[in-house]
Nanobody, 125 residues
Framework: QMQLAESGGGLVQPGGSLTLSCVAS????????IGWYRKAPGKELEGVSC??????VYRDSVKGRFSISRDAAKSTVYLRMDDLKPEDTGEYFC????????????????????WGEGTRVTVSS
């Protein structure tokens, strides 16, 4: 009964901020890497970030703007997104995997263990 649920998306102006949440159930966060992937319209899913034991991973296009964190007591992983750009628009997903975070940026999300229904982020003026 492994489950993940993404939330926190919405409409925001360029330069604005959002924080996404990923609530996990049916497993222990500490035993897995938790990533964030996104799918922009007309594009394939791409890895955005990941948090696990070590190291934390960010895609080049979001470095310095996005920050991933976790709260084990709440079984929740967060993605803080600052200075949002229109190209950040898309559906965001948080898959889990037994593998290391290093593989997230180069591995299709379909190869991960599980993920939720996603949450939509729209960056537009």
């Amino acid at each position: 009964q492994m489950q993940l649920a993404e939330s926190g998306g919405g409409l925001v102006q360029p330069g604005g901020s959002l924080t996404l949440s990923c609530v996990a159930s049916g497993f222990t966060l500490e035993d897995f890497s938790i990533g964030w992937y996104r799918k922009a319209p007309g594009k394939e899913l791409e890895g955005v970030s990941c948090i696990g034991s070590t190291p934390t991973v960010y895609r080049d296009s979001v470095k310095g703007r996005f920050s991933i964190s976790r709260d084990a007591a709440k079984s929740t992983v967060y993605l803080r997104m600052d200075d949002l750009k229109p190209e950040d628009t898309g559906e965001y997903f948080c898959p889990e995997d037994l593998g290391p975070c290093s593989r997230v940026l180069t591995t299709p999300m379909e190869e991960m263990d599980a993920w939720g229904e996603g949450t939509r982020v729209t960056v537009s003026s």
